[in-house]
C-alpha cells in the first residue's frame, strides 16, 4: 500500500509539472489507475465489497475521461 501511495504522489507531481498536456492526461491515468488498484488492495484486506464497486467505477470513470481528453487534444472538440 506504501508503493501504490507512492505511485499516486509521483503521478500527482508529474500531473502538476508536466511540460505538456500529454504528459498531464498520461500522469491523470496513472493516477487513477493507481487509486483503483489502492481501493482493490483495500477490498482484498478489509474484505467487503464496497471497495471493489467503488474501484469498478473508477475505472469506468478513469477510462472515459482519458479518451474524451485525448479526443480533446487530437481534434479540439469532444462532441461532434
Known amino acids: 500500500m506504501l508503493v501504490l501511495a507512492s505511485a ?3 503521478a500527482s507531481w508529474r500531473l502538476i509539472r508536466g511540460p505538456r498536456a500529454q504528459d498531464r492526461i498520461l500522469a491523470l491515468d ?3 489507475v493507481t487509486a483503483m488498484l489502492l481501493l482493490l488492495v483495500f477490498g482484498i484486506r478489509s ?3 464496497i471497495y471493489f464497486e467503488a474501484a469498478l467505477v473508477v475505472a469506468m470513470l478513469g477510462f472515459v475521461s482519458t ?3 485525448a ?3 487530437m481534434r479540439g472538440e469532444v462532441i461532434e
Do not use: E, I
Open 71 to 73: 479526443k480533446f487534444l
Open 47 to 49: 474484505g467487503t465489497t
Open 67 to 69: 479518451v474524451a481528453l
Open 8 to 10: 499516486m504522489a509521483l
Open 30 to 32: 496513472t493516477f487513477y
